[in-house]
């Protein structure tokens, strides 16, 4: 199921609140769009780990932030 706006407007909300910068590390431009959340398995057994995946527009930078902390 793709994300809702509701999840992308309450990340953005996290994300204002924990005072997270918005600046790409790699080009320093301010232009990321949320793509996805995401699970990856985790390789000591413990099941998957929901991540929100953000990825920078214009150099394609991704990164990645606990959904479950972000409260999604
Ligand atoms: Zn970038």
Not at 5 to 34: A, L, P
Not at 37 to 61: D, F, K, R, W
Request: aromatic share 10%.
């Amino acid at each position: 199921m793709p994300i809702t706006q509701e999840q992308i407007d309450k990340f953005n909300d996290w994300v204002s609140r924990k005072g997270i910068k918005r600046q790409c590390y790699s080009c320093g431009r301010m232009d990321w769009g949320i793509v996805d959340i995401v699970a990856a398995n985790s390789e000591t057994g413990a099941g998957t780990v929901p991540m929100v995946l953000m990825a920078c527009q214009h150099c394609g930078y991704i990164r990645f932030y606990s959904a479950v902390t972000a409260g999604l």
